[in-house]
């Protein structure tokens, strides 16, 4: 009787492959926790923001998420969808606007790395640290310009408003800006507001309610473009926002939902290149658990567990 033909050493070849992608597996995986330092360009943007905390963003007439709610928080809503949106090595910082000066309370920090700072210190943006009732736009938005150019070249302004000055403007009245020169410094005015006059919310120092503001409570003087007088009541003033953009050089964009802003944040005119840290270690993170799936699935699919090796008594 023959012997038998010798049987391929099929399952040698095999254990063999499996354990190249093992190894191979173990190098990927070594690469995800320690991953090569890898720079890549990418636009990021640079800008100091600065809200209107006068009593006339307290106005609940605009909407966010189907139900009514004031301007300010509209403005914060927003505001907290463009730092989730902004890629990292972007920059953004805090001011804050009443009388006639926009302050810098917080200067631009990268949003990746201070998220969670930059969303703190946004939600305690409110009408309880205005220092004044009164409200010059216009000298305001001025402010913001200087404050965002001494910063640095590269950082643009953010002004966020309804446009409500308190008291009204004189005719022909500009905001003094012998030191600005048009389009100096990028940025957007945004507009926030409704289109109908309504109450002005009345506010203490400590945020209590105190009623609305009446007639007899304000200066009426003189009203812009022709409107009639009743400053006690507000709406957006969005024609003298955009004369304001026009003249310090800048954008205008009315805020009607939250992504009316990360548009225009996020617009690419005004981003800047910079080599940024790339993170990559996902790739051979996926890259080692697909080889472990290919290592092992032959065997699971088999029905052959590997098991533990048995201990010598």
């Known amino acids: 009787m023959s012997a038998a033909a010798p049987r391929p050493r ?16 173990l190098l990927l995986l070594a690469l995800a926790v320690w991953p090569p330092h890898v720079q890549l ?12 905390i006068t009593q006339s963003m307290n106005v609940e007439d605009v909407e966010l998420d189907g139900a009514a709610t004031s301007r300010l928080a509209l403005a914060r809503a927003a505001m ?27 200067a631009p920090i990268e949003v990746c790395s201070h998220y969670e700072e930059l969303l ?3 939600e ?28 640095g070249a590269r950082t643009g302004f953010v002004f966020i408003s309804d446009g409500q000055e308190a008291p009204p403007l004189r005719a022909n009245e500009s905001p003094p800006m012998s030191d600005i020169m048009p389009g100096e410094v990028q940025g957007w005015l945004i507009g926030v507001g409704g289109d109908v006059p309504v109450p002005i919310p009345k506010t203490a120092s400590d945020g209590r309610s105190a009623g609305y503001w ?24 969005q024609d003298h926002l955009q004369s304001l953009a026009k003249l310090v050089g800048v954008n205008y964009r009315r805020l009607n939902t939250p992504d009316a802003l990360k548009t225009a944040m996020l617009d690419r005119r005004f981003a800047r290149s910079q080599a940024t840290d790339a993170e990559l270690r996902w790739i051979p993170a996926v890259l080692a658990l697909l080889l472990l799936a290919w290592r092992f699935a032959p065997d699971i699919k088999a029905g052959r567990v590997p098991k533990a090796p048995r201990s010598r008594m």
């Not at 360009?41 to 209107?52: E, K, M």
């Not at 972007?90 to 000066?101: I, Q």
């Open 124 to 151: 305690r943006i409110d009408a309880r640290m205005r220092w004044a009732n009164a409200s010059n736009v216009g000298k305001g938005v001025t402010w913001a310009v200087r404050g965002a150019r001494s910063i």
């Open 214 to 237: 009446q007639p007899e409570d304000v200066v009426q003087g003189s009203a812009i473009g022709g409107m009639d007088n009743h400053e006690h009541l507000s709406q957006l003033r």
């Open 41 to 52: 360009q990418r636009p990021v943007f640079d800008w100091q923001v600065s809200f209107d």
């Open 10 to 25: 099929r399952s040698a070849w095999l254990r063999a492959g499996g354990n190249g992608r093992l190894a191979l597996a």
């Open 80 to 106: 907290r969808d463009v730092l989730t949106a902004l890629p990292c090595g972007s920059k953004v910082g805090w001011s804050v606007f009443a009388d006639y000066r926009s302050l810098v309370i917080l």
């Open 120 to 122: 703190a210190s946004l």
